[in-house]
């Protein structure tokens, strides 16, 4: 409850997201061999960070809070604006006494924890998400339990995975997920057109051809080279890639691109 306080009735970054986002996370831990690598704080963390990443989110892009200048630009330096109010709230919510879940382990544990939720929230800031896929194709497919550098950015790559993950469920899940956050992006363009600030993304969610291009795009672009590596690593993780792969030639067939 004291989280779900605080996601807003918006079209895309909401509790319904959040929970197919912690879904996932979870679907991994029990579905893969990854539990041989990540420690049970790294388990714990994952979790946590997937139920909270998007704690207060409202509906805008960092660039929309830059441009805007908005207050929380203006705490977090226009860096990771959301994504670093995310944490700050995540941590607020933990130092409740009802949400204390981790007041009981020892200051070093609590220290290991705070880091990997704050740099896995950090790490789905769609900035990174270029760099962050190159180092993880650069990785080796075998991570050592020992390596806390392993297992820190297995951890970053799971939640990120997760966080763009509907495009890995079925193909009915994936439309419909993308037709909101165009509806998200559609509303933030009409504000910033309202406020005279740099249009950041506009789509017409109205317009069946412009979306299909523009998932088709993302999954090309964004989606299937993380999502490609990570059944490499883990290849238990097959189906998801395969279903990929399908709502990938839905969305091309939509367009009239399924030649590929």
């Known amino acids: 409850t004291a989280v779900a306080s605080h996601y807003h009735n918006i079209p895309y970054h909401n509790l319904n997201h959040v929970v197919h986002v912690l879904h996932g996370a979870w679907m991994v831990l029990q579905t893969t061999s990854v539990c041989d690598v990540l420690s049970h704080e790294d388990q714990l963390g994952l979790l946590l960070a997937a139920l909270c990443h998007d704690l207060d989110h409202d509906g805008h892009s960092n660039s929309f809070h830059v441009n805007s200048q908005s207050e929380l630009a203006r705490i977090y330096n226009d860096v990771s604006v959301m994504e670093n109010h995310h944490c700050a709230m995540t941590f607020e919510i933990l130092r409740k006494k009802d949400c204390a879940l981790l007041d009981d382990l020892s200051p070093d544990v609590k220290r290991r924890m705070r880091k990997t939720i704050v740099n896995a929230i950090l ?23 020992d390596n806390e550098l392993d297992r820190q950015l297995l951890v970053k790559v799971l939640l990120h995975c997760s966080d763009i993950g509907t495009a890995v469920r079925p193909f009915h899940v994936n439309d419909i997920m993308s037709k909101r956050v165009h509806r998200e992006f559609q509303a933030q363009a009409h504000e910033e057109i309202r406020m005279g600030l740099p249009i950041t993304f506009s789509v017409d969610p109205n317009d069946p051809l412009v979306c299909a291009q523009v998932e088709l795009n993302f999954l090309d672009y964004v989606v299937s080279p ?19 792969r399908v709502n990938r030639q839905r969305y091309a067939q939509l367009t009239g691109k399924d030649n590929k």
């Open 226 to 244: 993380l999502w490609e590596r990570l059944g490499e690593v883990l290849p238990e993780l097959e189906p998801c890639v395969q279903r990929l």
């Open 123 to 145: 790490s789905t800031d769609m900035s990174h998400h270029y760099t962050q896929t190159q180092e993880f194709k650069k990785h080796s497919t075998v991570y050592d339990k």
